[in-house]
């Protein structure tokens, strides 16, 4: 692709989100350029980009004028107030996972959005995970049939309970808000939007103080879905399993996208994404599985399309409304593990409409 001029990124946020994801993959995206970033630290920026421009005021970054893109990656109790900052100052948002705490949140977003005429989307990386790709492909391609029965889990083995806002007893804290967007997107998109939501929360290590257990079940009627995310998982749980009417499939393992980042690993570098974990295709013969190769993964897809829909006036890679369908789901399973009871979900009609 031809850029003449890239559109200046203002990153707001640099903490795990922001430097482990958000800024690699803007600073190697064809046609972004990291031009401001809002943090209080600038020396742990300039030392991965010595050439951005650090503000310790995130609303000051906001209002840059030759800032196109706002990026949000503060903690999540802010996205709502920085993303209402960012449109009203008239630039093109992207709202790091959870998009908002409440769905009336993300409702007045949405029309803000739309009232300002700006591209609004939510940071939902996960959708280029090699992982992902390939369960969707074979699904897509009819290899299982008509599924009945997906099982995704985000699961983690850290015992020990660290002092950071994610596992504190805040508002967007734990393991729901952190981990549970990416489980609700992908399914979302695999499966589409369930009836109901029934959900069940636990806090198992010695001394958390927040949730971090979770266990979701969607209704979709002959078929479920069940959403599991743990942080005392040494091992044994595959990444999917999804059973269908024709045979069933396991992926084992995560895609290698964030531990490539964390070991310093840039987007693009040779090996990125490479996954040679395969997709497992059992036909119900009783034979042994057949080993699908798996596709790389590259969340830069991600920001280049974030970038084609403000230069070509097109939907962004993900939609408000796909947003707002994920917000519903994560208030739906939170009601639901409160009233313990099943709970529908809780989108009007024209929202469902939008949805795709």
């Known amino acids: 692709m031809e850029v003449t001029k890239p559109l200046n990124v203002a990153l707001i946020g640099y903490g795990f989100a922001g430097k482990t994801f958000h800024a690699p993959l803007i600073a190697t995206t064809l046609g972004l350029k990291l031009a401001v970033v809002a ?10 980009f010595p050439d951005a421009r650090v503000i310790d005021d995130p609303l000051q970054a906001i209002a840059d004028p030759g800032v196109d893109l706002v990026v949000i990656a503060s903690p999540n109790d802010s996205h709502a ?27 007045a977003l949405v029309a803000l959005a739309r ?10 990386n996960r959708r280029w995970d090699s992982d992902f790709l390939a369960v969707k492909q074979a699904i897509d391609d009819g290899l299982i049939g008509e599924v009945v ?8 083995f850290r015992p020990e309970v660290r002092d950071r806002w994610r596992e504190r007893n805040v508002p967007g804290g734990g393991i729901w808000f952190d981990l549970g967007p990416h489980l609700i997107d992908q399914t979302l998109q695999l499966l589409g939007l369930p009836h109901r939501v029934n959900a069940d929360f636990a806090t198992q290590r010695d001394g958390g103080r927040t949730l971090d257990w979770a266990h979701v079940v969607l209704d979709y009627g002959q078929a479920r879905a069940i959403l599991h995310a743990g942080m005392l ?25 964030e531990s490539q980042l964390l070991r310093g690993m ?34 830069r897809r991600y920001y280049e399309g974030v970038r084609d829909a403000i230069l070509h ?14 917000v519903a789901v994560l208030e739906a399973a939170l009601r639901s593990a409160r009233d313990g ?16």
């Open 81 to 107: 107030p920085l993303a209402r900052a960012a449109l009203e100052a008239g630039k093109h948002v992207v709202v790091d996972k959870p998009f908002t705490l409440t769905l009336d949140e993300a409702r």
């Open 39 to 48: 943090s209080r630290d600038a020396s742990k920026v300039h030392a991965d």
């Open 233 to 257: 998982v040494a091992g044994g749980s595959a990444r999917f399993t999804v059973h269908g009417t024709r045979g069933s499939l396991v992926k084992r393992d995560l895609d290698p996208q």
């Open 115 to 124: 009232e300002r005429g700006r591209k609004l989307s939510v940071f939902q």
């Open 266 to 299: 840039r987007p693009g570098d040779p090996g990125w994404g490479e996954d040679d974990d395969p997709l497992l295709l059992f036909d119900g013969s009783g034979d042994a599985p057949k080993q699908l190769p798996v596709p790389s993964g590259d969340q």
């Open 341 to 356: 009871a099943a709970v529908d979900l809780p989108l009007t009609e024209a929202e469902r409409a939008d949805w795709r």
């Open 149 to 156: 029965h997906l099982e995704t889990h985000f699961d983690r």
């Open 313 to 326: 006036d097109t939907d962004a890679p993900v939609t408000p409304a796909q947003a707002l369908a994920t």
